[in-house]
């Protein structure tokens, strides 16, 4: 058991680190090509958050556990948009500042909604089919094609970055660190599943999802200190793109029967249902806050934070 908490606790901390690292590096070498701050949150870093989710996906869906797979892309979306988003909304309200969103917002909220509506059918039919996981693929190639010709040229002009050398090492090096964080937790989560009577999907809901959404959590309360909220709106909802549509996809493109043991849509159907209740609630506010400077409340904050422990209880 020992060597289970040591596991997840370096872990943890190695993908905090390195996680920080691969945003700064990221938003370094998009800067270069002119890209706008939605585009670098919602595909660059969105994708550096999400590479955590990928990578534990990838280990555990070696060892054929199918509804850890489906507890961590559900728990993950729901912590980004509860833990995550309210950690955000925390720091903002207890500053006392205001927050406002581009209009041009409107249509990744859509997205979004479209996103999470395909995975929870996704998820209702046969989530370990490689017909599953191409639509899903094909999905997610046509969000990052939109993305991309509509992003705007918004990038702010900021002083010269004494580490924009070697750039692209540094991102490489980060994410070296990244797989073996993501391992890390991986080993420590089949080493709880092994020593305590607790189901795959749960193990993945809670210590899989919590500590892959802790890039998240870094990347969002550093940005909002820095006032780049459109940025971390971008990343949330790009990072649960790419946990629904990429992260889902993996464990069919390796078609496993084995998958399907244990895996049982009727008892975790709650939780798809909480996090499309969520992930509406965050949309209508993102585009509340569309209309006019929005003061954040302590209140909203505490509901997106306590939401997720909320559904904790549906998961256990």
């Known amino acids: 058991m020992l060597i289970a908490i040591s596991a997840i606790a370096s872990g943890i901390v190695l993908i905090w680190v390195s996680a920080e690292k691969l945003e700064k590096y990221s938003v370094l ?19 550096g958050t999400s590479a955590p989710e990928m990578l534990t996906t990838f280990f555990v869906s070696l060892e054929s556990q199918g509804s850890m797979v489906i507890g961590n892309v559900i728990g993950s979306n729901v912590a980004n948009l509860s833990l995550v988003f309210g950690s955000m909304l ?27 509506g395909l995975v929870w059918i996704i998820i209702a039919t046969d989530p370990f089919n490689i017909i599953s996981s ?16 509509n992003s705007a040229v918004e990038i702010d002009s900021e002083e010269n970055d004494p580490e924009e050398s070697h750039t692209s090492s540094k991102l490489i090096l980060s994410l070296g660190f990244l797989v ?29 999802a919590i500590g892959t959404s802790l890039p998240e959590i ?40 084995e998958m399907y043991l244990g895996w049982n849509y009727s008892s ?8 499309f209740i969520v992930t509406l609630i965050f949309s209508a506010f993102i585009f509340s806050s569309t209309k006019k400077e929005k003061k954040v409340s302590l209140v ?9 422990f909320i559904s904790l209880y549906f998961a256990y």
């Open 268 to 275: 975790w159907s709650p939780l798809l249902l909480i996090l």
């Open 134 to 149: 191409l639509i899903l693929l094909a999905s997610l190639f046509l969000v990052i094609m939109f993305w991309y010709k």
């Open 218 to 257: 870094a990347a969002s309360v550093s940005l909002a200190l820095k006032g780049r909220y459109e940025t971390v709106s971008g990343t949330l909802i790009g990072s649960n793109i790419f946990n629904g549509l990429c992260v889902l996809a993996i464990p069919g493109l390796l078609s496993s029967p």
């Open 300 to 308: 909203i904050s505490i509901f997106f934070l306590s939401s997720y």
């Open 180 to 208: 073996f964080a993501a391992w890390l937790i991986t080993f420590g989560a089949n080493q709880i599943l092994d020593n305590f009577n607790l189901g795959q999907l749960f193990i993945g809901y809670t210590v899989l």
């Open 29 to 47: 070498a998009a800067k270069k090509f002119g890209l706008s701050p939605f585009f670098i949150g919602s595909t660059i870093i969105a994708f």
């Open 90 to 116: 925390l720091v903002i309200s207890l500053k006392k500042l205001s927050m406002q969103q581009s209009t041009d917002i409107y249509k990744n909220l859509i997205i979004l909604l479209i996103s999470t």
